[in-house]
């Protein structure tokens, strides 16, 4: 009996620790007064700057959400924009509390930088831009083509392996930042740009004469982007998962910006749990009970942040597609709130 007593008291009390171990980064974040999001160097739709400094974009609006969850504010976050080849280090070393930048799950990625995915904001795929006039409809046409490319991606690995698998001959042109690799194809350094498919979308908005390019019609890989956080603290890594899935989660149960506060209201034992209402799930994340509130009032739901930055209610009018929500077709699905 004392050998139990004695297991049971070493247990909770390695429990207790873990747990004041795993609030570190949260404190961090509340005593700073700010969260420190990392972002890319401007991408439209995803993350990027007007000219008073202003950030919006899907993964802009994950930190703004986390912000909202964390201070009720959801305007107290730090932007840092980031390189591809610098993201990494800045989250490993504490620059950035999370990464939230257009970044692919893989299971490298995973496993070898000390940090953890924790969840797919948006499910893209590579695929390669081309000017009209070079008259190419497929990229099984692109033999013997220059192409520009951002370096530290998966982007590189995946050009490699699609024109190896099809026999085809290439030239790399590789840039440090994405803005010079646009500026090169641009220019004419090379006959084709490749990057995620949402991504020639939005860089296709920037170029000087939009309609005199075109993006071919393969799909060469899965990219699977979502944000990222450092290992070792579990806590923080629940609250940045569960802010995304609370976002898909309001969607699925018609929760908006709009209506939020007539959802309150509802006696549905659902939105009584996922709002707070009854029951303390947010407090089980070092949260508020209304912590979806806070989230849905400050950037919308899944669906509405969508439309807005990449959606037909944006300037890339991208269709849902596999982003939509599991109930009509799609990927995007969330586990239950309770």
Request: neutral net charge; glycine residues 8%; charged residues 25%.
């Amino acid at each position: 009996m004392k050998r139990v007593t004695l297991a049971l008291s070493l247990a909770l009390a390695a429990g207790l620790s873990a747990q004041a171990a795993d609030a570190q980064t949260l404190k961090t974040i509340k005593d700073r007064g700010t969260l420190s999001c990392g972002v890319s160097q401007g991408l439209p739709g995803f993350s990027s700057p007007d000219d008073k400094g202003n950030w919006t974009g899907i993964d802009v609006d994950v930190c703004r959400a986390i912000a909202a969850a964390v201070f009720n504010d959801p305007t107290k976050v730090k932007f840092v924009s980031l390189s591809a080849k610098d993201r990494f280090t800045a989250l490993q070393s504490g620059e950035i509390d999370v990464l939230s930048r257009n970044t692919t799950w893989t299971i490298s990625r995973d496993t070898s930088l000390g940090a953890n995915f924790t969840g797919v904001t948006y499910y893209d795929g590579q695929g390669f831009m081309v000017k009209k006039s070079l008259k190419v409809n497929s990229a099984l046409e692109l033999n013997s083509a220059s192409v520009c490319v951002q370096t530290g991606t998966t982007t590189e690995l995946n050009l490699a392996d699609y024109f190896k698998a099809n026999n085809m001959k290439y030239e790399v042109i590789a840039f440090g930042t994405i803005d010079e690799a646009v500026k090169a194809y641009e220019s004419g350094r090379c006959d084709v740009f490749t990057d995620d498919s949402s991504g020639l979308y939005a860089t296709r908005l920037k170029l000087t004469s939009p309609a005199d390019h075109v993006v071919l019609p393969e799909i060469i890989s899965k990219e699977p982007l979502g944000p990222m956080v450092r290992h070792g603290d579990d806590q923080w890594f629940d609250i940045v998962k569960w802010t995304l899935f609370a976002m898909v989660t309001a969607e699925e149960l018609g929760i908006t910006q709009k209506n939020v506060d007539e959802m309150v209201k509802s006696d549905k034992p659902e939105l009584k749990r996922v709002l707070g209402t009854d029951g303390n799930l947010g407090e089980q994340l070092g949260l508020t009970k209304d912590w979806v509130i806070r989230i849905v009032k400050a950037v919308g739901n899944y669906g509405e942040s969508f439309d807005r930055n990449v959606g037909a209610g944006s300037p890339l009018k991208i269709a849902r597609g596999v982003n939509a929500l599991w109930t009509k077709g799609g990927l995007q699905y969330a586990p239950p709130i309770r």
